[in-house]
């Protein structure tokens, strides 16, 4: 059980161990990046429209590869974490953490780190590198709804399955992955939109002398932009729309409409999303007679063998081979992370000291944006969301409009906004602001509906009753009622704008790179000049950043909405 | 049944059975000794909370003792016992699997062939009577299908030892009394091949117009308070005064297991003293606790507990806390299965809002957690202690599950007794104005 007691003593020093541990991994990361080509250029993009579909493959199959990665990392390090009562209280600090730093502040790093690990085929690390980033977007709220889900398997289900003496196989099977199905689902096409926002920010990456293209759909657009192909810029960003769109129709509903049935209710409760495909599927000759007469046989099959090999569960009591074999892994792990750390810090002290303030400055810009950003963005999705949420009649006309517009990854507009936005005065700097809030803006709205919509009936009749005025109605009810969506809200996109900034801050536009002042910049900066000492600097004080402000600001706004302000 | 039961195999033994859990610091099972034979139905009755669930799932092997062993069939029992199957509460059917796929669950764990399974679930399906309902989901059916389907669930094994966990108490009274019948239905005519019943339940008369043997369990900790054979014939008549008799006593037995630990206050005094703990508050409702006495003073100031339990409807389970508080706290006390008005208790009847709360406040102020309460928001300058403080004072006594539940009833007592304050958003306990806490009691000076 996730209890307060069981986690709270050993905190701080998970964190301390967590942190170590992230200082030294990007010690290693930047040493290695520092064997990395120092001019390299990919062979440029055809902006033929007719190769588009060619790209729009190479972006799918690299997201089908990264969405994989995460799924079996989800699998195995959530299992252990729920079951391995030692594991889980370094496994749940370390995934805590790795949810809420900014990744993309090790993208440069992680490019120009496997890009070295293969000098001979750059294009292979690079490809490796877009795949990891993607998995670093994909991969933690997977798991944590993975291992929640492990752990709040009823009792009596699981003692059902005991006393039924199935094997750790027949229970992963019948129980544990029935369990954790619609949150896995759901988390998993959470992850595949974010995963779009990845895929077009590191398909085409330009650090220094050197730049990196992938072939797909990110670069098709880049490079469109920085041409100024109007007629390929409408083409790549319809394709990607296209893509998206279809595969959420193609596989995504018709996996939620199936996967509602793994629902712990014993009620039937609202109306069970659907799936047109899904039916089809569903009543198709064709399908069932394969189901029964293939699927079924093969899978009687397969399970006797698995049964046949694991045999009947014994008593579980770890092994005394095992722990000797973890302490030398840990010991092992242990040096690895005190050497990393003391090169990290040896590499730290070679800074001048007038770095600090240049940092300070830097995260203050950082934070200034990213706090514009999430206003305008509550300034707009407060007011519409409400009239969304609380108007049945309009929400059916706009909500398949907003979802559209909201599954176009922000990453795919940002050339378009620098066209629009650099001739402006000031013009880096409002499109870093625009940026930021088209990457955060769909989570306040969607948050901000789901509110409004799930205010009862019975409290609007009341604030009618007595006549509230508009004020009164929105500060007595409204509000209140849609503070713990906003506040989900909120969390999620103050974490996604941090993560933006990287790459809003600094941008490689008709052939100059355009910068302001900012954590981003900086460390976007520092990796293209190889100044490690720099961006060992800045990555950590932007991590650090982020997360005491969810741990100071958002975790205590969790609560109070959680206990206060919750309608159930 | 029963007749030559003493001749027939012992098949559960429980040896000194002890089970302590590690955030409380009570034990929960004490020294269980106990010897179940074949063709027995032995019902587990005891007050809620008491452990009898604990027990029946020590004895199917899915938690360990602490210390002591079972023993099935003369062989200790490590790990899930195959040849037990144990009917949930909540039924605990796998909610995305079809009513035949989860009867089927047990005999695909076994490695039986699909066409074998398909057969033996079909006749479990029938036997229980859901024919027609194979391809249905448990969300589907009605609770009472629900535990039908738990119960050809556990059949389909063919299991030898059968543990209930009160698969009764979900269901509305006439699906309860129906699957009752039915399942006596199958193990006196013996058309299933099961060995021995063991049955956790909280309803008496279950007990009584089920089992062979009752056996009680007393609380905190719980150990085997009596052991109660049922000799009635079945099929067992309801409103016969033998079985009247039998009811009766099984609930003086029960209550007295329950209320065996009350002290009067200025003992408990003296234990707290001796061992710095605190008597725990009964969950009960102050208007619940003044709901019974009113109805004990209009039947003259004394009556069956039983027979209250019926006006009320209320389980034992459910009355027991009211009747523990009254007793501790002085306005009534349980005398050979009936409640009694105390002289106080009958001034708290009989006075109007205003004094039932100052009368109420005079009583809670002999409680020891109470006068600590007050002690500590008097020496408070801001006379203001935020809950935390409190919830780790009686987190080392109660552990982490009870706390929360001491907590609220002492803040509720203690709301109605006009002791003190307690802000919910701030979590915080304070005096008042005019609240009665600010006085220092008695027994302080």
Same mark, same amino acid.
């Given at each position: ?9 050993? #905190? ?12 030294? !991994?990007?010690?290693?990361? $930047? ?31 690299? $997201? ?137 920010? %590191? ?118 081979? #095992? ?14 992370? /005190? ?7 040896? /590499? ?156 809003? &801050? ?63 | ?38 063709? &027995? ?8 909370? %008491? ?68 057969? #033996? ?74 060995? %021995? ?34 000799? /009635? ?11 009247? !008799? ?22 408990? #005094? ?32 004394? &009556? ?90 009686? &987190? ?50």
């Amino acid at each position: 059980m996730l209890t307060k007691s069981n986690m709270a003593p050993r #905190r701080w020093q998970a964190d301390a161990l967590v942190a170590g541990g992230l200082v030294a !991994a990007l010690y290693g990361l $930047m040493h290695l990046s520092s064997f990395a080509p120092d001019a390299y250029t990919s062979t440029a993009v055809d902006l033929g429209v007719r190769h588009l579909p060619y790209f729009a493959v190479r972006s799918v199959l690299r $997201m089908l590869a990264a969405y994989g990665l995460s799924l079996l990392f989800t699998l195995t390090y959530g299992y252990v974490a729920a079951y391995n009562r030692r594991a889980e209280r370094i496994m749940l600090p370390v995934l805590d953490i790795l949810q809420s730093i900014p990744v993309l502040s090790f993208m440069p790093s992680v490019v120009l780190a496997l890009v070295a690990l293969f000098p001979r085929a750059p294009h292979v690390g690079q490809e490796l590198a877009s795949i990891v980033l993607i998995f670093t977007g994909q991969a933690w709220n997977m798991t944590f709804s993975y291992y929640y889900s492990l752990k709040s398997i009823p009792a009596e289900l699981r003692e059902a399955a005991a006393i039924q003496q199935m094997n750790g196989w027949q229970r992963l099977r019948t129980l544990e992955l029935p369990s954790a199905a619609v949150g896995l689902v759901w988390n998993s096409m959470m992850s595949w939109a974010g995963g779009w926002f990845f895929l077009m920010a %590191c398909e085409m990456l330009t650090l220094g002398n050197s730049q990196f293209t992938l072939p797909g759909l990110g670069s098709y657009m880049q490079a469109a932009a920085n041409a100024g192909d109007a007629k390929a810029m409408t083409f790549g960003l319809s394709t990607l729309i296209f893509v998206i769109v279809l595969l959420d129709q193609l596989v995504w509903r018709p996996i939620v409409a199936w996967a509602d049935k793994f629902k712990v209710e014993l009620v039937n409760s609202g109306t069970p999303p659907r799936s047109v495909v899904l039916t089809v599927l569903r009543r198709s000759q064709m399908i069932e007679w394969l189901s029964l007469h293939i699927f079924m046989p093969l899978d009687e099959k397969l399970d006797g063998l698995v049964n046949a090999w694991l045999g009947r569960p014994k008593d579980e009591s770890p092994g005394p081979v #095992r722990t000797t074999f973890s302490y030398v892994l840990t010991a092992a792990a242990g040096l690895a992370v /005190l050497l990393g750390l003391w090169k990290g810090i040896t /590499l730290l002290a070679q800074l001048p000291l007038s770095v600090v303030g240049d940092l300070a400055l830097a995260a203050g810009a950082s934070f200034l944006r990213v706090t514009a950003a999430i206003v305008i963005g509550l300034a707009w999705t407060i007011p519409v969301g409400v009239a969304i949420g609380s108007n049945p009649r309009l929400s059916a006309y706009l909500q398949p409009v907003t979802q559209i517009a909201a599954s176009v990854p922000a990453t795919a507009l940002f050339p378009m906004v620098l066209l629009v936005l650099l001739p402006l005065p000031f013009g880096m700097n409002w499109a870093a602001v625009a940026l930021l809030l088209l990457g955060t803006q769909w989570y306040l709205l969607f948050n901000v509906i789901a509110g409004a919509s799930g205010i009862p009936a019975d409290l609007k009749e009341t604030g009618a009753v007595f006549q509230l005025t508009r004020w009164e109605k929105w500060r007595t009810l409204i509000l209140p009622a849609i503070f713990p969506q906003l506040v989900t809200g909120l969390v999620t996109a103050s974490g996604g704008a941090w993560n933006a900034t990287i790459v809003a &801050e600094y941008q490689p536009f008709h052939g100059a790179i355009h910068k302001t002042i900012g954590l981003g910049a900086t460390i976007a900066d520092a990796t293209s000049a190889g100044n490690f000492p720099l961006l060992l600097a800045a990555t950590i004080v932007l991590a650090a950043l982020v997360v005491s402000i969810n741990r100071l600001v958002w975790r205590r706004l969790y609560r109070l909405a959680e206990s206060r302000y919750s309608l159930l | 049944m029963q007749k030559d039961v003493l001749k027939k195999d012992v098949l559960i033994e429980t040896k000194g059975v002890c089970k302590r859990f590690p955030e409380a610091t009570a034990t929960t099972l004490e020294e269980i000794s106990l010897q179940v034979r074949e063709g &027995e139905f032995v019902a587990l009755l005891g007050p809620s909370g %008491c452990g009898k669930s604990t027990l029946l799932r020590i004895v199917a092997g899915l938690i360990p003792p602490s210390s002591g062993e079972v023993c099935y069939r003369g062989i200790r029992v490590k790990g899930a016992n195959p040849k037990a199957s144990i009917v949930f509460q909540s039924a605990a059917l796998y909610p995305w699997l079809t009513v035949q796929q989860n009867v089927e669950l047990g005999l695909k764990a076994q490695g039986v062939p699909a066409a074998e399974r398909a057969k #033996r679930a079909a006749n479990l399906i029938r036997v229980v009577g859901l024919d027609g309902y194979e391809d249905a989901f448990p969300k589907e059916l009605s609770g009472g299908m629900r535990q039908r389907v738990g119960f050809a669930r556990a059949l389909a094994v063919e299991p030898e030892l059968l543990l209930m966990d009160e698969p009764y108490s979900t269901l509305d009274p006439l699906t309860a009394e129906n699957l009752r019948d039915e399942l006596l239905d199958l193990w006196l005519e013996e058309r299933i091949p099961l060995k %021995c019943i063991l049955m956790v339940t909280h309803g008496i008369e279950e007990a009584v117009y089920m089992a062979d043997r009752i056996i009680v369990l007393s609380r905190n900790p719980a150990r085997v308070a009596a052991d109660i054979p049922v000799r /009635l014939r079945h099929p067992r008549d309801r409103r016969s005064p033998e079985f009247d !008799a039998l009811v009766d006593q099984v609930y003086k037995t029960v209550t007295g297991a329950g209320l065996k630990q009350t002290q009067t206050p200025a003992q408990q #005094r003296a234990v707290v003293e001796r061992s710095g703990r605190y008597k725990p508050l009964p969950n009960a409702a102050v208007n619940m606790l003044a709901g019974l006495l009113e109805l004990v003073d209009d039947h003259g100031g004394r &009556e069956d507990l039983y027979t209250l339990g019926g006006d009320l409807l209320l389980e034992v389970d459910d009355l027991l806390p009211i009747t523990e508080a009254s007793e501790l706290l002085a306005l009534a006390n349980v005398v050979e299965g009936d409640l009694v008005l105390t002289p106080t208790g009958k001034q708290f009847v009989e006075a109007d809002t205003e004094e039932r709360k100052a009368l109420f406040h005079q009583r809670i102020c002999q409680l020891p957690m109470f006068e600590m309460v007050g002690r500590v928001l008097r020496a408070k300058r801001n006379r203001t202690m935020n809950r935390q403080f409190f919830s780790d004072l009686l &987190e080392e006594q109660f552990g982490p599950e009870e706390v929360p539940l001491q907590l609220k009833t002492l803040i509720s007592w203690g709301r109605y007794a006009e002791m003190f304050h307690y802000d919910a958003n701030a979590e915080e306990l304070y005096l008042d104005e005019g609240d009665r806490g600010l006085l220092a009691t008695g027994s302080e000076q």
